[in-house]
């Protein structure tokens, strides 16, 4: 599956800066960067983010009660259960703002479906430690992403809800503040390779191929114009600095981005 | 695995009062009965119930995803995913109570695991429709039997405070007010029968299986004394009411129970 997209991601790859190029030391969140709004002229139509979004909610959800169900411990279960009840409750959020659009909230998100479940497909992992650390790149990879494009969505004062949607793990209004789903996954993967070194080879290697595909199917979010050259020069400084958030969350398991 | 039951099924259906004689328009909740506590004498200590209890709604949560999973529509995929978030949050409750009572949360759990998961694997659907009513028929009585006997608990607060957990579907203190998981699995039901009419009787058929193993899995989380005759007479009224919720249930779904 992920061979077709081979010759685009080495493209992808060719625009990276050098790993040892990136600023390690910032904040997680992105928030330094609210005033850069170089998406704002990709921005998908309101109802076409949202039906996007909302349907990679559900697979990051779908990919989290996967994990639950293979867990090798019931502690593990209940703990991926939280990172599975804050992503549900983001999908949530996200159709309740697609209902208030006007849009038939099914009908938005079936016109993604076809690129997100092939991502889907080409990222499911084949055991639970691929699995878990799928769902813990993807979702903070494409959380980050699309809470950066929803700040280019009229009007300001929505694309600001709409984002806050997205940030800190969590999203649901219900969640406590600042509870993360990304910190129980992060705890979970850590844990794992402290008890088996030889995974961290393995998820390392796992966790490059994803960023691949994960980069290519937020890609396929963005509304692309006639003049190529200015759309790849607002992307890259974005694309950059997703990148840089993925290495520290690799990072922060241990493992080479 | 349902075949190993069967003599004890029976003797359980023997003591059911015929279906006639259920009264069918009380109301679903089962509040007008809170001053009975027949089972108080048979509740379990309170880390067992909990760890019992937590442990059933994370099945339940691992069928809705299932249901999810395999749903045919996205729209029925965003309407499951209400009910498990809501299953999700009432796991999530009960096993902050089970951290309350100084328990580790998993171990409590894993005292349940066996009887639990022959009761799962014995009720899984073969197909979507069958997933479907396992989820509703099987949350609906089990949340009423562990709400019923959570008012045994001591102290009475804390008794009153857990058995709240269970109630109108939903449990989770962030649920809106009302807002069930049961009501959204009827519709979705619904829906299937009258697109399918001769769903009917394979769904009816079905139901009934569930709820001999639904009856047994609840049996199993009491502590029964040494007078068995005395125990029988203690259940036998709290199981009439649990078999007339679920007649009711059934009837929602224009199904004979």
């Known amino acids: 599956m992920a061979a077709i997209y081979t010759g685009e991601v ?30 704002v002229e990709l921005s998908p139509d309101l109802v076409s983010f949202l039906g996007r979004s909302a349907y990679v909610q559900l697979t990051i959800f779908e990919g989290l009660s ?33 209902g208030r ?8 998100m079936e016109q993604s479906t076809a690129a997100v479940d092939a991502f889907t497909i080409a990222t499911r992992g084949g055991d639970w430690f691929e699995t878990l650390i799928t769902c813990y790149v993807t979702a903070g990879f494409l959380d980050d992403f699309f809470a950066r494009l929803a700040r280019g969505l009229e009007p300001a004062e929505r694309g600001r809800r709409i984002s806050a949607i997205f940030s800190s793990g969590s999203g649901a209004s219900e969640s406590k503040a600042g ?4 910190a129980v996954l992060a705890a979970l993967l850590t844990e ?24 290519l199917v937020a890609r396929s979010a963005l509304n692309f114009t006639e003049n190529h050259k200015s759309d790849e020069a607002r992307i890259e400084p974005v694309f950059t600095e997703l990148i840089a958030a993925h290495t520290r969350r690799m990072d922060a398991l241990g493992l080479t981005a």
């Open 179 to 182: 509870e993360s789903g990304e």
């Open 10 to 39: 080495a493209n992808w790859f060719s625009r990276t800066p050098r790993r040892i190029e990136v600023p390690r030391l910032r904040s997680r969140s992105l928030e330094s960067t609210t005033t850069k709004v170089e998406l």
């Open 192 to 215: 794992a390779i402290e008890r088996d070194p030889r995974l961290a080879s393995r998820l390392a290697m796992w966790g490059r191929r994803l960023v691949g595909d994960t980069m």
């Open 101 to 108: 659009t006007g849009a038939t909230p099914a009908a938005a």
């Open 66 to 98: 996967r994990a639950m169900s293979t867990a090798p411990t019931t502690a593990a279960k209940t703990a991926i259960g939280r990172a599975a009840e804050l992503s549900l409750g983001k999908h949530r959020t996200l159709v309740e703002e697609l």
